[in-house]
C-alpha cells in the first residue's frame, strides 16, 4: 500500500468526504450553529403558544417539527463527536442523516411550493404569520444545514440496489407513520394540524402520503447524485484506501 493509502487507512476520514469531520474546525462550527438555530425555533414555540401547546401531540403533530427534532439528534450527535474525535458518535450522527436530511428536504420542497400556490394550505386561519426569520429557521435553516453536512462534511450514502430499496422502504414508513400519528392527534383535538388535510377526503390524502414518500426518496436520490458530483465517484480511489 502507497504511503497516501496508508495515511487514508489511518484517517476516519472517507476518501470521497471532502472535509475533515469529526473535527473542531469547520465541522464543529456548523453543527453548533445548526444547534443555535434548531434550539432558537423550539423556543420560539414556547415563547409564542397558540392552540397547538395545549393539544394532543403539543407540536410534534408539525412535520416540520419532527423534521427539527431529528435535525436537533444529528448534529448533537455530530457535535459530540466533533469534540471528542469520536468514529462510533460519528456513525451515529450519519445513521440520523440517513433520515433527518431527505425528511428536511422534503419539508422545505412541501412547506416552499404549498405556500406558494395558497399559504391557507399549510397556514391555519387562526395561526398567527411567522416572522421571516423564524420562518427561515423552520422550513430552511435545517434542511441547508443537514445538506451541506452531508455533501462537504460525511462519507457518501450506499448506491447498491439494495440500499435504494431500503431508502424507499423507510421513506414510504416515515410518510405512513406520519399519517397515523395525524389521525391519532385529529383523533383527540378534532383539527388537523396542517389545512390541506382536513380539505382533502382519506383517498386524497392517502395519495398525498404516497407521493410525500417518493417525494423524499426523490430528495435522497437526488442528494445521493449531487454528492457525487460535488465529491465524485471515484470507486478506486476507495478501494485503494
Given at each position: 500500500m502507497s504511503a497516501t493509502g496508508i495515511s487514508q487507512a489511518l484517517s476516519p476520514k472517507h476518501p470521497l468526504q471532502r472535509l475533515q469531520s469529526p473535527s473542531k474546525?469547520?465541522?464543529?462550527?456548523?453543527?453548533?450553529?445548526?444547534?443555535?438555530?434548531y434550539s432558537l425555533s423550539f423556543r420560539y414555540l414556547v415563547e409564542h403558544p397558540n392552540i397547538i401547546n395545549d393539544s394532543y401531540g403539543w407540536h410534534f403533530q408539525y412535520l416540520t417539527n419532527i423534521g427539527l427534532f431529528l435535525a436537533t439528534a444529528t448534529f448533537t450527535?455530530?457535535?459530540l463527536a466533533d469534540l471528542t474525535n469520536s468514529p462510533r458518535l460519528f456513525s451515529v450522527k450519519n445513521a440520523f442523516a440517513v433520515i433527518a436530511v431527505p425528511l428536511e428536504v422534503l419539508i422545505s420542497i412541501l412547506y416552499w411550493g404549498l405556500r406558494v400556490?395558497?399559504?391557507?394550505?399549510?397556514?391555519?386561519?387562526?395561526?398567527?404569520?411567522?416572522?421571516?426569520l423564524a420562518d427561515l429557521g423552520f422550513h430552511f435553516n435545517p434542511s441547508?444545514?443537514?445538506?451541506?453536512?452531508?455533501?462537504?462534511l460525511s462519507p457518501p450514502w450506499p448506491t447498491t440496489a439494495m440500499a435504494s430499496v431500503?431508502?424507499?422502504v423507510i421513506s414510504t414508513l416515515v410518510a405512513f407513520t406520519?399519517?397515523?400519528?395525524?389521525?391519532?392527534?385529529?383523533?383527540?383535538n378534532g383539527f388537523y394540524p396542517y389545512p390541506i388535510f382536513s380539505m382533502l377526503d382519506t383517498k386524497w390524502r392517502i395519495m398525498l402520503f404516497a407521493f410525500s414518500g417518493?417525494?423524499?426518496t426523490g430528495s435522497a436520490f437526488g442528494l445521493r447524485s449531487l454528492y457525487g458530483w460535488v465529491n465524485g465517484?471515484?470507486?478506486e480511489k476507495v478501494k485503494g484506501a
Open positions: 474546525g469547520l465541522s464543529a462550527i456548523v453543527h453548533a450553529t445548526g444547534l443555535i438555530s450527535f455530530g457535535l400556490i395558497n399559504p391557507a394550505l399549510v397556514m391555519p386561519a387562526w395561526a398567527p404569520p411567522l416572522i421571516p441547508f444545514l443537514l445538506a451541506f453536512d452531508f455533501i462537504f431500503r431508502t424507499l406520519y399519517w397515523f400519528w395525524i389521525e391519532l392527534c385529529y383523533s383527540h417518493c417525494l423524499m465517484y471515484d470507486i
